[in-house]
């Protein structure tokens, strides 16, 4: 069993649905990111966060320490926000621990 | 403002040849680098990582190696490729636990696609 486990691997949607996308993890963390890597495969931080809630435009994360569990959502998704979402774990000694990524499609 | 450069974007090299992937950062010092390889379809796998000059580990043996020959510069090469080498290869960066303003986030270069014939 993989220490970091996304959900679902694959989304499609159409244009203007909320999207949420979860990432569960079995260690102690220091940190969680999630991250966007476009089709031409750059990456860009979204989040860093180890406790709560942080928004950024329409993109909203959130964890729960005491579940191990984070969510990253999209509202008033647009097919731009098509891409591959990750979500990586900073553990007690500052390693990163990658999930293998949501592929997301917006659909117009 | 820190920025990373990564090149080349894109490489096409025959079995047996060498190679060389460089990235540089730049508006910070001494920052943690990183080599990452995602193959088609699937995860990260951290290849390297590098916390100070000289200072490179290895988190999966294979057929590349990896130098920081200066602080804001880090180099993932190979002397004779293999077909398995082919792959996307991703340098990032990352402020030291030690840092000062240690925002933890993670900075990645546009990546080197590598295709091995």
């Known amino acids: 069993k993989n220490e970091v486990e996304q959900s679902p691997q694959n989304l499609t949607a159409q244009e203007g649905e909320f999207i949420t996308i979860n990432c569960s993890y079995s260690v102690g963390i220091s940190a969680l990111h999630w991250l966007q890597q476009h089709p031409g495969g750059g990456i860009v931080s979204l989040f860093m966060?180890?406790?709560?809630?942080k928004k950024h435009g329409r993109l909203i994360a959130t964890i729960n320490i005491q579940e191990k569990h984070s969510s990253l959502h999209i509202t008033a998704s647009h097919p731009r926000d098509s891409a591959v979402y990750i979500c990586?774990?900073?553990?007690?000694?500052?390693?990163?621990?990658w999930g293998a990524g949501t592929k997301l499609i917006i659909k117009p | 403002s820190q920025t990373i450069h990564q090149w080349p974007a894109t490489l096409v090299q025959p079995v047996g040849s060498p190679l060389s992937l460089e990235c540089t950062v730049e508006?910070?010092?001494?920052?943690?680098l990183y080599w990452y390889r995602q193959a088609a379809g699937r995860g990260l796998q951290l290849l390297f990582y590098s916390v100070g000059i000289g200072q490179i580990s290895s988190e999966v043996p294979q057929n590349l190696s990896a130098s920081r020959p200066q602080d804001r510069q880090f180099i993932l090469s190979s002397k004779k490729l293999l077909l398995s080498d082919s792959g996307f290869y991703l340098c990032?960066?990352?402020?030291?636990?030690?840092?000062?303003?240690?925002?933890?986030?993670?900075?990645f270069g546009e990546g080197s696609r590598l295709t091995v014939l």
């Open positions: 966060l180890s406790s709560g809630k």
């Open positions: 990032a960066w990352t402020l030291g636990v030690a840092g000062g303003t240690n925002t933890g986030e993670l900075f």
């Open positions: 508006g910070t010092s001494n920052p943690n």
């Open positions: 990586a774990v900073k553990d007690s000694n500052y390693q990163l621990i």
